[in-house]
């Protein structure tokens, strides 16, 4: 009987679990970067508009998600994926 090969969706939704149960918090650009692809990912393009100035936080999330733009979501489902488990190694 032969494997069932996991698809991007099942690979992602196991990385988002690893992802919060890492040992070490990423670092700021990594959990940018970790988020831009997951909105991406599950939502699509980035849609609204930019926070406010003094919303440092939110327009950081809004920059790293609108960088990702045109990202199909199964490519950015990979790009999580592969982020997640660069991460897991730094952690090991």
Not at 12 to 25: C, D, H, I, P, T
Not at 28 to 44: H, R, V
């Amino acid at each position: 009987m032969a494997a069932k090969k996991s698809s991007a969706a099942d690979k992602f939704n196991e990385a988002k679990s690893r992802v919060e149960k890492l040992s070490k918090r990423p670092s700021n650009d990594q959990l940018l970067d970790l988020y831009a692809f997951y909105k991406q990912a599950t939502e699509g393009d980035v849609a609204g508009s930019r926070p406010a100035m003094l919303d440092l936080k939110g327009r950081a999330k809004f920059d790293a998600w609108a960088k990702r733009k045109g990202l199909s979501k199964d490519d950015a489902m990979k790009k999580y994926v592969a982020l997640a488990e660069k991460l897991e190694a730094e952690t090991a």
